[in-house]
T-cell receptor, first 112, second 110 residues
Framework: ETGVTQSPTHLIKTRGQQVTLRCSSQSGHNTVSWYQQALGQGPQFIFQYYREEENGRGNFPPRFSGLQFPNYSSELNVNALELDDSALYLC???????????FGSGTRLTVV | DAKTTQPTSMDCAEGRAANLPCNHSTISGNEYVYWYRQIHSQGPQYIIHGLKNNETNEMASLIITEDRKSSTLILPHATLRDTAVYYCIVINQAGTALIFGKGTTLSVSS
C-alpha cells in the first residue's frame, strides 16, 4: 500500500486542452513533488510544494502549475497541452525529506 | 543532469545477492546517497539512503566507500519480484528535486 493516491489512472486529452491531475497524500506529508516520466526515461522533476507554497521548480514552462491544499491533497494543472506532454505523471510526498519520498502509481496522460 | 553513473543493466540469479554499483565522484560533503527502484508501470519505491556510514534495512544494504565517491546497493537474496529499474540519486538535505538518471535495469531469473 503506497499511501499516495493519484487520479485518474489514465487520461486522453486533445492538443490545446487543459488537464488537472490529482494526488492525495498521507496525513502529515507536508512536502509534495510532481514528476513527469516519458517512456523509457527516468522521472523529471516538475515542482515541489511545502505547506501550500511552491519551493522548487524544474525546467518546465509556466503552463505547468500546481496547488497544495491543507488536507494533504494536491493538483497538477497543465494548460495548452502539447503532444510531448504525453507521459506518466507522478506525485511524491514526504513528512521529512530525510525519510525519502513515497510515490503514487501515477497518471498516464496521452495527448492526441 | 544526474550526478551519478550506473551500469545500464545487470542480471542476477534468484536467491543470489544482487550488487548494484553507483559512481558519484562529484558528491559534496553534505549530500546523501538515495536508492529508489521502479517496477514496471508503478511509481518509484524508496529503498534506502545514507551519508557516509553503511546502512541496512529490511529491504537492502548500502555500502558507501570511505571517500564517498561510489556506493553499492546490496539485495542479499534476490527474488523475481526484485526485477526493476534501480536509481541511485545524490541530494542534499535542503534539496527539493530528486534527479533521476536512467538507472540500472536489474533482471532476476530463476
Amino acid at each position: 500500500e503506497t499511501g499516495v493516491t493519484q487520479s485518474p489512472t489514465h487520461l486522453i486529452k486533445t492538443r490545446g486542452q487543459q488537464v488537472t491531475l490529482r494526488c492525495s497524500s498521507q496525513s502529515g506529508h507536508n512536502t509534495v513533488s510532481w514528476y513527469q516520466q516519458a517512456l523509457g526515461q527516468g522521472p523529471q522533476f516538475i515542482f515541489q510544494y511545502y505547506r501550500e507554497e511552491e519551493n522548487g521548480r524544474g525546467n518546465f514552462p509556466p503552463r505547468f502549475s500546481g496547488l497544495q491544499f491543507p488536507n494533504y491533497s494536491s493538483e497538477l494543472n497543465v494548460n495548452a497541452l502539447e503532444l510531448d506532454d504525453s507521459a506518466l505523471y507522478l506525485c511524491a510526498s514526504t513528512p521529512d525529506r530525510n525519510y525519502g519520498y513515497t510515490f503514487g502509481s501515477g497518471t498516464r496522460l496521452t495527448v492526441v | 543532469d544526474a550526478k551519478t553513473t550506473q551500469p545500464t543493466s545487470m542480471d542476477c540469479a534468484e536467491g543470489r545477492a544482487a550488487n548494484l554499483p553507483c559512481n558519484h565522484s562529484t558528491i559534496s560533503g553534505n549530500e546523501y546517497v538515495y536508492w529508489y527502484r521502479q517496477i514496471h508501470s508503478q511509481g518509484p519505491q524508496y529503498i534506502i539512503h545514507g551519508l557516509k556510514n553503511n546502512e541496512t534495512n529490511e529491504m537492502a544494504s548500502l555500502i558507501i566507500t570511505e571517500d564517498r565517491k561510489s556506493s553499492t546497493l546490496i539485495l542479499p537474496h534476490a527474488t523475481l519480484r526484485d526485477t526493476a529499474v534501480y536509481y541511485c540519486i545524490v541530494i542534499n538535505q535542503a534539496g527539493t528535486a530528486l534527479i533521476f538518471g536512467k538507472g540500472t535495469t536489474l533482471s532476476v531469473s530463476s
